[in-house]
């Protein structure tokens, strides 16, 4: 069903006329994830029960408490899965009508913070991870689709060489994906079982701390008790990869506004998409979703920096600004989501004027490269001979509004003479060839170039390395349901258990 723009743009009910659309509801959904994150990652009660519950499994399992305390345990820590709240001995103990006893054994030979914020982490990670696929999907699709459309590559913000849309949008793939590989560091880092550290020394308890990594999901034990408490240096680790990946995301939707410009137009926001004015009827700016995303952004960089602030001054031990530190961690991955949210959902739906970009890229002089290595392959000029010719006929050119096809032999020949170098007397044919860009991409097609058969090779590459992180992921999501069974299956056990009769 087509959309009637002008019976929505007769209402009264909206300032949305400039666009023509209703804004997409994408748009509200992403800008309210972070709170709606912050609430469900950031409830630590389901992780302190789980934790609870798998120290439970284990004392028991080494003959630390008897099962009518373990038995007592299970049922209430199962409450903490469905609830909201701090979680610990004080929560369990008001659970069980004040039986404190009870309610301490779950704090024996061991201290309170950890691993549960580990394990926070890691959801956060896992759900960070599965929108980088969607956003690396949607990069490879895009640049497949404008394999062919040539613009004007720049260098300081100025016409440097021509290279292809698909080719730029390939680049950012790359950039979220070595940033995905920072963040898989990370996750390693993060998913390994601190618990049964005590404060700083282990404990005199008879604890299996190996027997937890596994009923938790952990990929490892970190053995070392003393590192449990007091390093904490996965949450850097992991703000260091979250700002690699939104730097990557900021830059792009930056260049992506600035071509979107009026004065530019080699493409356009998606109606829906756009920015309005309260007061200037004509705005419809694309700024209107760029803009959000790199203040998202700019969030996961501020989270970043003050999680420097807080461990910079502290001692290798555990104390409060390192302790409370994973919050960063839940709203760089909160922020980082909703600027990939946009960020997917916004570029497929962009206005994109191939002819446009092909017309800017052939009006610059980007082909003058290729002119000076005709002239030191075809014709025995220096390096430095070449260019000096070459940037004075472009100069010329621009003083007398001369176009790049419309240079001529006897323009570059004028060039060398102002150089005082030998004339090269190229035909004007010659000069065109380069200069028009009719055939640059046929030219430009070593390992890497931007030219189709070689992008073409480099994004079937980048599928098969997408499924391969995909796999990964998988195989992360597994392990955690692997714990998540083993512990299930444990406390059932122990509840189906009959006491001995003495």
């Not at 017309?359 to 003058?368: A, E, L, R, W």
């Not at 004075?392 to 003479?417: S, Y």
Request: aromatic fraction near 6%; include cysteine; hydrophobic fraction near 40%.
């Amino acid at each position: 069903m087509t959309f009637d723009v002008d019976a929505y743009c007769a209402r009264k009910d909206h300032r949305a006329h400039a666009a023509g659309m209703p804004a997409d509801p994408r748009a509200a959904q992403w800008s309210q994830h972070p709170h709606k994150y912050m609430e469900k990652i950031g409830n630590r009660l389901p992780y302190v029960g789980k934790m609870d519950q798998a120290w439970t499994v284990m004392l028991y399992r080494q003959g630390l408490i008897k099962l009518e305390t373990a038995q007592k345990l299970l049922p209430v820590l199962k409450e903490a899965q469905t609830e909201i709240g701090w979680g610990g001995e004080d929560w369990i103990k008001e659970k069980l009508d004040g039986d404190e006893y009870t309610a301490s054994a779950v704090n024996l030979g061991r201290t309170l913070q950890e691993p549960m914020a580990r394990m926070q982490m890691r959801d956060a990670l896992i759900d960070t991870f599965d929108m980088i696929h969607e956003v690396r999907q949607v990069l490879i699709d895009l640049s497949e689709k404008y394999v062919d459309a040539l613009m004007a590559g720049q260098s300081h913000m100025s016409h440097a060489q021509p290279t292809t849309y698909g080719q730029y949008l390939l680049t950012m793939h790359d950039g979220v994906a070595r940033a995905e590989e920072q963040l898989a560091l990370a996750y390693k880092f993060t998913n390994m079982n601190s618990g049964g550290c005590g404060a700083c020394s282990g404990t005199g308890w008879d604890v299996d701390r190996q027997l937890v990594t596994e009923l938790l999901g952990f990929d490892e034990l970190i053995e070392l008790v003393y590192d449990c408490e007091a390093s904490q240096d996965e949450i850097p680790q992991i703000l260091f990869a979250l700002s690699s990946l939104a730097m990557t995301l900021s830059r792009g939707t930056l260049d992506h506004e600035i071509w979107s410009l009026e004065e530019i137009g080699m493409m356009a926001v998606g109606d829906t998409w756009k920015g309005l004015s309260s007061f200037m009827p004509q705005k419809a700016h694309s700024g209107g979703v760029t803009e959000n995303i790199r203040r998202a952004c700019n969030e996961v960089f501020g989270q970043m920096t003050t999680c420097m602030f807080a461990y910079k001054g502290e001692l290798i031990q555990d104390n409060l600004p390192v302790y409370q530190a994973p919050p960063f961690v839940f709203k760089g991955c909160a922020e980082v989501q909703r600027a990939m949210g946009l960020f997917k959902s916004m570029l497929p739906d962009m206005y994109v004027y191939p002819d446009r970009m092909l017309q800017i890229v052939k009006d610059g002089y980007s082909g003058s490269p290729d002119l000076a290595i005709v002239m030191i392959r075809d014709m025995d000029y220096g390096s430095r001979q070449a260019h000096r010719i070459c940037a004075n006929a472009v100069r010329m050119a621009r003083q007398r509004n001369i176009k790049p096809c419309e240079m001529t032999g006897e323009l570059i020949d004028e060039a060398a003479a102002l150089s005082n170098e030998p004339l090269p007397h190229l035909t004007t044919e010659q000069v065109q060839e380069c200069m028009s860009l009719d055939h640059f991409l046929e030219k430009h097609c070593n390992l890497g170039d931007p030219c189709k058969p070689e992008t073409m090779r480099m994004i079937g590459i980048r599928r098969e390395q997408l499924q391969a992180s995909q796999q990964q992921q998988a195989q992360r999501k597994q392990r955690l349901e692997e714990g998540d069974r083993k512990l299930a299956d444990a406390i059932e056990a122990i509840l189906q258990e009959k006491p001995v009769c003495a």
